[in-house]
Nanobody, 120 residues
Framework: QVQLVESGGGLVQAGGSLRLSCVASGSIFITNTMGWYRQAPGKQRELVAEITRGGNTNVANSVKGRFTISRDSVRKTVYLQMNSLKPEDTAVYYC??????????????WGQGTLVTVSS
């Protein structure tokens, strides 16, 4: 069984910063792409940023230049540094990883979500 634990969400004023972390644990053989998604009230879940095992990143245009994704593959952790936050960044942020588990199955695992609220 694989679990993700997210942390770092909270309330921040516009222009401020937050750093999200997501740690994976369990029967993981290989950690492939790791990413962050978000879902604002009344909206669909959308990709924020993702990073491959090789370090290639894909960042949404809406956050490009403000958010940075990084990973520590040894610690099975992915980070999202969020700077210059705007009220429209308010959402529940979800971590998602693609792994190969100890039985060589390809799996997609989601975290429980962490709320980010940006006040104006």
């Amino acid at each position: 069984q694989v679990q993700l634990v997210e942390s770092g969400g909270g309330l921040v004023q516009a222009g401020g910063s937050l750093r999200l972390s997501c740690v994976a644990s369990g029967s993981i053989f290989i950690t492939n792409t790791m990413g962050w998604y978000r879902q604002a009230p009344g909206k669909q879940r959308e990709l924020v940023a993702e990073i491959t095992r090789g370090g290639n990143t894909n960042v949404a245009n809406s956050v490009k230049g403000r958010f940075t994704i990084s990973r520590d593959s040894v610690r099975k952790t992915v980070y999202l540094q969020m700077n210059s936050l705007k009220p429209e960044d308010t959402a529940v942020y979800y971590c998602r990883i693609k792994i190969i588990d100890s039985t060589t199955r390809d799996l997609e695992v989601w975290g429980q979500g962490t709320l980010v609220t940006v006040s104006s």
